[in-house]
């Protein structure tokens, strides 16, 4: 998350493949890997794969870890990069379902 942070996303991409070949059952870097493709617009397709898989996998929900409607928006956005609209607008939705409040995916839906 530093690399990202940092806006090192190529490194930061890096980081996330090696910590998902090690242990493969951590979330984090699937979502973490996601959001690095899409703040750095680099290996969109992959990134829409790391936050499939961290849909299908468990959460522990400790404070500050990222949430499905989290995933969810930036699904939409790895779409919107890809040029996939109606991909993008799903995704949309699916945050709006699981929390009708969550702003971020309110906006991108708007603006669609």
């Known amino acids: 998350m530093f690399l990202t942070e940092q806006h090192r996303y190529s ?3 890096d980081a996330f493949t090696d910590g998902i070949a090690k242990n493969p059952g951590n979330s984090m870097n699937y979502y973490g890997f996601g959001q690095a493709a899409q703040l750095g617009k680099e290996r969109v ?5 790391n936050l499939l898989k961290f849909l299908t996998l468990p959460h522990d929900w ?9 995933a969810h928006y930036q699904l939409g956005r790895l779409y919107a990069l890809s040029g996939d ?28």
């Open 11 to 13: 490194d930061a991409l």
């Open 45 to 49: 397709g992959q990134g829409i794969e």
């Open 62 to 70: 400790l404070p500050g870890t990222p949430t499905y409607k989290q």
């Open 85 to 112: 609209r109606a991909g993008e607008k799903a995704q949309y939705v699916a945050a709006l379902d699981l929390d009708p409040t969550y702003e971020p995916a309110r906006s991108a839906l708007a603006r669609m």
